[in-house]
């Protein structure tokens, strides 16, 4: 019942810039707070960012900052990331998750979506 369904991704340069979305469905959007999480070839999931059930906190991995935003629209019931100035670094595959609380402070996700490929590359 519980549907998280990224969009967005895709091949950009180095120094580009792409808008992730995530559409949510199945429960209360503006109940819980939401997270970006990304997975590079070869590698382990990577938390990238949170926010809050009403996008008042927002947080952000050291390496995201001044870089990526994180946005949500509960009136759509979608949840954002802005991504500029990519770097070849950011290729991975951006999954949004759901929190089982309001404030992501201590996350706990329950529900993924199935994420979104993003490459950069030259």
């Known amino acids: 019942e519980v549907q998280l369904v990224e969009s967005g991704g895709g091949l950009v340069q180095p120094g580009g810039s792409l808008r992730l979305s995530c559409a949510a469905s199945g429960f209360t959007f503006d109940d819980y707070a939401m997270s970006w999480v990304r997975q590079a070839p070869g590698k382990g999931l990577e938390w990238v960012s949170g926010?809050?059930?009403?996008?008042?906190?927002?947080y952000y991995a050291e390496s995201m900052k001044g870089r990526f935003t994180i946005s949500r629209d509960n009136a759509k019931n979608t949840l954002y990331l802005q991504m500029n100035s990519l770097k070849s670094e950011d290729t991975a595959v951006y999954y949004c998750a759901k929190d089982q609380g309001l404030f992501g402070t201590r996350p706990e996700y329950d529900y993924w979506g199935q994420g979104t490929q993003v490459t950069v590359s030259s």
């Open positions: 926010i809050s059930w009403n996008g008042g906190i927002t």
